[in-house]
């Protein structure tokens, strides 16, 4: 079995993704009295952390393999 993704899993995963998203939003602002601004600064935190996690796995693939 390839590694592969297709199409249909990308847009399957993206719409998860969004809906997650939407109901994230609706609990942080309903539930716990969020401001815009503070659910903005928060998710571009996470951002930045993952965005650093993929670098660093990338980036550290690709050192090993020169290594060889």
Known sequence: MGKRLD???AATAFGVAAYVAIIMDCVA???????DGEIRSIALLIAA?????????????????ADR
Do not use: E, Y
């Open 7 to 9: 199409l249909l899993t």
């Open 29 to 35: 602002c309903g539930q716990l009295g969020w401001s």
């Open 49 to 65: 952390c993952v965005a650093l996690g993929l670098a660093m796995d990338f980036l550290g693939r690709r050192w090993r393999r």
